[in-house]
C-alpha cells in the first residue's frame, strides 16, 4: 500500500532532535525555529518530558473515559493555575479541529443557536464545522459546506456590530493571532468589542488558541495581551510537546451533561503525562517570561532590517512579510543554513520556535537570514 499523498515534502527524514535542534539521516544539523508547526513548546525531547512519558508508559498508557483518571483533574488543575483561569472547567480531545468542533457544539448547546461568525484568513481545522469556518474555500468540500457560518473582515468592528443586529449568533470564533493566515494579530479593542457584544446578545466567545496559545506570544493565551476573557478556549498543538492531545478550557456558566461531549482517545493517561510535563517544564523554566524576552529581542531586530514589508506578531510567533524578489528566502534558509521556519502565502516566513529557544540561536537565525536577505 502507498500513503495517500497529499503533502507536498521536503526531502529530509528526520531522525534525531534535542531542544531546538532536529537531526537528518545524514547526520546533518538543522536549528528548529518551526517546532513541526508551533507544536514543539519546551523543546524535542526535553528530558523530564521523555521521563514522565516513559514513566506512565510503565504503568498504564491507555484506559478509555469509563473509569476514573486521576491525572486529568491534576492535568485540569494545574492548567487552571498555569493559565489563571482556576474556575474553568477542562473538556480533553485529540486535535485541534476536534476542539474547536467541541467548541462550536457547546455554544449551539448552550443558547439554541446555530449562527457562527468566523473571520476573513481564519484556519480553524479540517473537520465538518471547524473546517466550515476556515477561510479557504478549496479545503472546503462539498459536505461541509453550510450556511451557519458569516465570515466578517478581521478587525473590522462595524461590521461584528451589524452582524449581530442581523442575526442570532451562537458563537464567534477567532485567534486571537492569525497563524496559517499570515500572523495578524487581533486589535485589543476589536477582542474587547466582541467579548461586549457576546455578553450583550448571549453569544459565546470562542478562542482559537491552538496555534497561538499555550504560552507562545509570552502570556498563557493570546487574549490575556487585550485584557478579555473568552468563554471558551481551544488548545492543542504545544499542549502536548509533540503528542496528539488537545482540549477546552469552558466558562463556569456552561453546565455539563453526562454524553453531552465525549471521545474514546481523549484524555488518556499518556496524553495528560505529555501535557503535565510541558506545563510543569513551562512553569519550571519560567518558558512565558523567556517567549515574551526573545521574541520581544527578535521582533525589535527584525523592524530594524531595510527591505522586509512587515514584522507582525507577538512573543515567539512571528511573521516576516517579505516582498516579491525575496521569496527564496526561506528555501534558502532550510537548504543553506539548515534552518527550519514555517511559512504562510503569500512570502510570509512563520517563526514558531521551541518557548525555550536561547539568544545565541535567535542570533544564529537573524545572521543566516540577514545573509540571504542581502542586508549589510
Ligand atoms: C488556529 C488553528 N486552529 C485549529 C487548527 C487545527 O488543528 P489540528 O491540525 O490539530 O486539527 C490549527 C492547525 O494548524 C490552527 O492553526
Known amino acids: 500500500m502507498d ?34 508547526h508551533a507544536v514543539i513548546s519546551i523543546g524535542h525531547t526535553h528530558p523530564h518530558y521523555v521521563q514522565r512519558l516513559k514513566d506512565q508508559l510503565n504503568k498504564v498508557g491507555f484506559y478509555s473515559n469509563s473509569i476514573k483518571i486521576p491525572l486529568q483533574v491534576e492535568l485540569a488543575a494545574k492548567l487552571g493555575h498555569v493559565s489563571g483561569k482556576e474556575d474553568y472547567h477542562l ?21 439554541g443557536r446555530k449562527k457562527i461568525i468566523a473571520f476573513k484568513k481564519a484556519f480553524h481545522g479540517r473537520t465538518s464545522l471547524a473546517v466550515a469556518a476556515t477561510d479557504n474555500p478549496n479545503i472546503v468540500a462539498p459536505v461541509n459546506q453550510t450556511n451557519n457560518v458569516i465570515f466578517l473582515p478581521f478587525n473590522d468592528e462595524s461590521a461584528l456590530e451589524d452582524a449581530f443586529t ?11 493571532i492569525q497563524g496559517v493566515g499570515g500572523i495578524n494579530v ?62 477546552i478550557a469552558i466558562a463556569p456558566k456552561f453546565k455539563p451533561v453526562y454524553g453531552m461531549l465525549g471521545t474514546t482517545f481523549g484524555g488518556n ?23 515574551a524576552a526573545i521574541g520581544g529581542y527578535l521582533i525589535t531586530e527584525l523592524k530594524k532590517l531595510p527591505k522586509i514589508k512587515e514584522v507582525r506578531g507577538r512573543g515567539l510567533m512571528i511573521g516576516i512579510e517579505l516582498p516579491d524578489e525575496l521569496k527564496d528566502v526561506k528555501k534558502n534558509l532550510l537548504f543553506k543554513h539548515k534552518i527550519f521556519t514555517g511559512e504562510a502565502k503569500p512570502n510570509v516566513i512563520r517563526l514558531l520556535p521551541a518557548l525555550n529557544i536561547t539568544k545565541e540561536e ?12 542581502g542586508i549589510e
Open 3 to 36: 500513503l495517500f499523498d497529499v503533502y507536498p515534502l521536503n526531502d529530509i527524514t528526520i531522525v534525531k532532535a534535542a531542544g531546538s535542534y532536529v537531526w537528518d539521516d545524514k547526520g546533518e544539523k538543522y536549528l528548529d525555529l518551526y517546532g513541526g
Open 91 to 111: 473538556f480533553l480531545c485529540n486535535s485541534g479541529a476536534e476542539a474547536n468542533e467541541n467548541a462550536f457544539k457547546l455554544a449551539s448547546f448552550y443558547n
Open 166 to 176: 442581523q442575526h442570532e449568533i451562537s458563537s464567534v470564533i477567532i485567534e486571537g
Open 186 to 247: 487581533a486589535a485589543d479593542s476589536f477582542l474587547q468589542k466582541i467579548r461586549s457584544l457576546c455578553d450583550q446578545y448571549n453569544a459565546v466567545y470562542i478562542a482559537d488558541s491552538v496555534q497561538c496559545g499555550h504560552g507562545r506570544t509570552g502570556k498563557f493565551y493570546s487574549h490575556d495581551h487585550s485584557s478579555v476573557n473568552a468563554d471558551i478556549y481551544t488548545m492543542a498543538k504545544g499542549m502536548g510537546n509533540g503528542f496528539p492531545v488537545a482540549g
Open 269 to 291: 493517561h499518556l496524553a495528560c503525562a505529555a501535557a503535565l510535563a510541558v506545563l510543569e517544564v513551562m512553569e519550571q523554566d519560567k518558558l512565558m517570561d523567556n517567549a
Open 362 to 373: 535567535a542570533d544564529m537565525f537573524l545572521k543566516a537570514f540577514k545573509l540571504e536577505a
